[in-house]
């Protein structure tokens, strides 16, 4: 059984994607965290996240760094989406995504391309989304809850404009852009807390199983 959760930044889906797993009891993968390790690659090696070989080199990131708190700051969430652009990047880190997804038992996955292209056979496609102004107001709660005392707070505002930004180099990027599968199930999350979005899921989730 393979679930695939696509969806923008801050849409809830990583939330959604392990309680999904914990459920049915089946691994999780955070897709973006793996883009977000090459991105913070990028920057211990003094590189440019723009520039395709710079990213590419990136990819040989050590696996310890995947347990590091920095790349669930809004700094590495920016290196992530602009080393996701360069289709060397994105090849390096399929067979890695492919081979999760593959395991016996099945597997969840979470990202923006894993039900149209990590995953395309997957047996039940979601794609989480909301308004920008929802998850920007998701995102900034979210930054000044883990606000450390010496650390400034970023207004609203900027983090808006983060999440436009991240979304048009996700839905305009030539290779493997942001878009749900024709297949895929849409939920809106915007008006809904998490434990609303994660029943509503759910039930999707176990209807689609029920009727293949």
């Known amino acids: 059984m393979i679930i695939a959760v696509d969806g923008p930044?801050?849409?809830g889906k990583g939330t959604i994607a392990k309680r999904l797993a914990a459920h049915f009891g089946v691994p999780c993968l955070d897709t973006g965290l793996?883009?977000?390790?090459?991105?913070?690659?990028?920057?211990?090696?003094?590189?440019?996240p723009d520039n395709?070989?710079?990213?590419?080199?990136?990819?040989?990131?050590?696996?310890?760094?995947?347990?590091?708190?920095?790349l669930r700051t809004e700094e590495s969430g920016g290196l992530a989406s602009r080393v996701s652009v360069h289709p060397e990047v994105r090849e390096a880190l399929f067979k890695r995504q492919r081979a999760f997804a593959e395991q016996p038992g099945g597997a969840v996955l979470d990202g923006r391309d894993i039900g149209t292209?990590?995953?395309?056979?997957?047996?039940?496609?979601?794609?989480?989304?909301?308004?920008?102004?929802s998850r920007a107001r998701r995102r900034w709660m979210e930054m000044v809850d883990k606000k450390l005392d010496h650390e400034e707070e970023?207004?609203?505002?900027?983090?808006?404009?983060?999440?436009?930004?991240?979304?048009?180099?996700?839905?305009n990027r030539k290779d493997a852009p942001l878009k749900a599968a024709p297949d895929a199930f849409v939920i809106d999350?915007?008006?809904?807390?998490?434990?609303q979005a994660f029943e509503m899921v759910?039930?999707?989730?176990?209807e689609a199983l029920k009727n293949r």
Do not use: H, M, W
Request: proline share 5%.
């Open 117 to 133: 292209v990590i995953a395309p056979d997957a047996d039940v496609k979601l794609f989480i989304t909301a308004s920008v102004q």
């Open 52 to 70: 395709p070989a710079e990213a590419l080199a990136a990819c040989a990131f050590p696996d310890e760094l995947l347990d590091d708190e920095v």
């Open 202 to 206: 759910l039930e999707t989730v176990e």
């Open 189 to 195: 999350t915007t008006s809904l807390d998490r434990e």
């Open 9 to 11: 930044t801050a849409s």
């Open 154 to 171: 970023i207004p609203l505002s900027e983090i808006e404009k983060d999440v436009v930004a991240r979304d048009a180099r996700d839905i």
């Open 34 to 48: 793996l883009y977000r390790a090459v991105g913070r690659q990028v920057a211990i090696n003094e590189g440019d």
